[in-house]
């Protein structure tokens, strides 16, 4: 791996773990292997470093939402299988993480990718929706843009509540109230 892709490595891993006020640049170099020169040879600073780690986040956040919202089956069985994905609760969501940072919301530049990438899903389910709505596969009378941001709520607040109670059944338990008003909200 170039030392390149092992900084954002790194710093994608620092930051999901500890945030982004709690990640020196020093850590970054002992995770990744690599010396101080390197990482300014490839990097202006942490805030650099920390959004090409955050892009690179978020392309794999899409690509994996992606996978399962555009797939095959109706629009209930997808957004059922964007729900019932298999994640790592009690790690949380490497975008929604960086929500709790005071750093991050605090630079334009820093938050910028967590918003486009959170932007992104809420869309991306909205549209799901909406061609439920259309093959009547969903009721005529739902928002797709409320249900899209119920979803994404659903999912990063069963983080919370996983990662509160060191415990993945408060993910799933989330997970499955959602996939129960998706049920009901079928035509």
Same mark, same amino acid.
């Given at each position: 791996m170039e030392t390149r892709d092992r900084l954002i490595s790194a710093t994608q891993e620092l930051l999901w773990v500890r945030?982004?006020?709690a990640t020196s640049p020093k850590d970054i170099q002992a995770a990744a292997a690599a010396g101080q020169g390197s990482m300014y040879h490839h990097f202006r600073g942490k805030e650099d470093l920390a959004v090409a780690a955050l892009e690179e986040s978020a392309q794999r956040m899409r690509d994996d939402a992606e996978s399962l919202l555009m797939g %095959? @089956?109706?629009a209930v069985e997808r957004l059922e299988s964007y729900l019932r994905r298999q994640r790592d609760s009690l790690r949380g969501c490497r975008m929604g993480r960086m929500t709790y940072d005071a750093d991050v919301l605090a630079s334009p530049t820093l938050l910028e990718p967590v918003t486009k990438t959170l932007d992104w899903l809420v869309e991306t389910i909205a549209g799901v929706i909406r061609q439920g709505v259309e093959k009547d596969e969903l009721r005529a009378d739902i928002d797709p843009a409320t249900l899209a941001c119920t979803i994404a709520a659903v999912? %990063? @607040?069963g983080y919370v509540?996983?990662?509160a109670h060191?415990?993945?059944s408060r993910f799933d338990a989330a997970v499955e109230g959602a996939v129960d008003l998706l049920e009901r909200?079928?035509?």
């Open positions: 945030g982004y006020a %095959q @089956g109706t999912v %990063q @607040g509540l996983a990662r060191g415990d993945t909200a079928a035509a």
